[in-house]
C-alpha cells in the first residue's frame, strides 16, 4: 500500500528516514542482486503503457509521462521518482495529474497574462489522503504497490480529466472545479472559456490569500468585471 503524507512533517519525516536509509548504504559494495531504481521504473511503465494505451495515451519514456490528447486539450500522467531513491534501498515515486492546452498559453499571452499552457496540475491523492507515495524496491510487494497505483489511476486520475473533454464540457466543469489551486487561476480559466457568469460567481468567493486578491483585482480590471466582494 502506499505511504500518505498529509502533513508538513509527514514529508520532513519521509525525507529524514529516506536519508537515514541511504547512508547506511551509499558508502558500502551494492549487493549483487541489487534493482536499479530506474530498472524498476521502466518494469512498471511498461504495465501502465499497456493498460494506459487502451484509454488512448501514448508513453513518453525520457519523462515517465503519459499523455493523450483530447480536442484542445491534452491529459498528462507522470510518474516522478524520488530524489532519495537508490538501488536496493528505496524506488518511490508519486503520480503528478495535469491539464495542458495550447490555446491557453495563446490566449494568456495575448492578454499580457502570464504564459503557461497548465489549466491545472496536482499530485495524485484521494480526499484526506495527502500526497501518496509507492516504494517498488521490494520485489514481493511489487505486484500489490502496482495493482494499487493502477487502481487510483482509474478511481481518481481519469475521472479528473472527465470535465475537460473539449471546449463545452470545461466550461460546465470550471465552475465548481476543484482541481484548480488558485481561485484567481479559475476566474481566468472561466474567461478563457467565454463563461464570463462563472468568472463573476467565483469573483464574488471570499479569499484571505493577498496574492490571490492581487490576481482577482488585476482580472477585474482587465477584463471590466464586477467589483471583488
Not at 548504504?25 to 518494469?43: C, G, H, R, T, Y
Not at 493523450?68 to 508519486?94: M, P
Not at 495493482?147 to 475537460?164: K, N, Y
Amino acid at each position: 500500500m502506499p505511504k500518505r503524507l498529509t502533513t508538513v512533517q509527514d514529508h520532513v519525516d519521509d525525507i529524514i528516514n529516506a536519508r537515514a536509509d541511504l547512508a547506511k548504504v551509499k558508502f558500502s559494495a551494492l549487493p549483487v542482486d541489487a534493482e536499479k531504481p530506474s530498472e524498476i521504473f521502466s518494469e512498471i511503465t511498461g504495465l501502465l503503457k499497456e493498460n494506459l494505451s487502451q484509454e488512448g495515451f501514448s508513453f513518453n519514456k525520457s519523462k515517465r509521462t503519459f499523455r493523450r490528447k483530447c480536442n484542445e486539450f491534452e491529459h498528462l500522467i507522470t510518474i516522478q521518482a524520488d530524489s532519495n531513491n537508490y538501488a536496493g534501498v528505496r524506488a518511490a515515486c508519486w503520480i503528478h495529474i495535469s491539464v495542458v492546452s495550447k490555446s491557453l498559453k495563446e490566449w494568456r499571452s495575448t492578454h499580457d497574462l502570464y504564459a503557461d499552457e497548465y489549466v491545472f496540475s496536482r499530485t495524485l491523492s484521494e480526499p484526506h489522503s495527502g500526497q501518496l507515495v509507492w516504494d517498488f524496491i521490494d520485489p514481493a510487494i511489487r505486484q500489490s504497490e502496482y495493482q494499487d497505483m493502477l487502481q487510483r489511476i482509474h478511481a481518481v486520475a481519469l475521472p479528473a480529466f472527465d470535465g475537460w473533454q473539449s471546449l463545452d464540457t470545461a466550461r460546465q466543469a470550471i465552475a465548481d472545479s476543484k482541481l484548480i489551486n488558485r481561485l484567481d487561476s479559475q476566474v481566468e480559466i472561466a474567461l478563457w472559456l467565454g463563461n464570463r457568469q462563472a468568472a463573476m460567481d467565483l469573483l464574488r468567493v471570499t479569499t484571505t490569500q493577498q496574492s490571490v486578491r492581487d490576481g482577482l483585482q488585476e482580472l477585474e480590471v482587465k477584463f471590466g468585471l464586477s467589483r471583488v466582494v
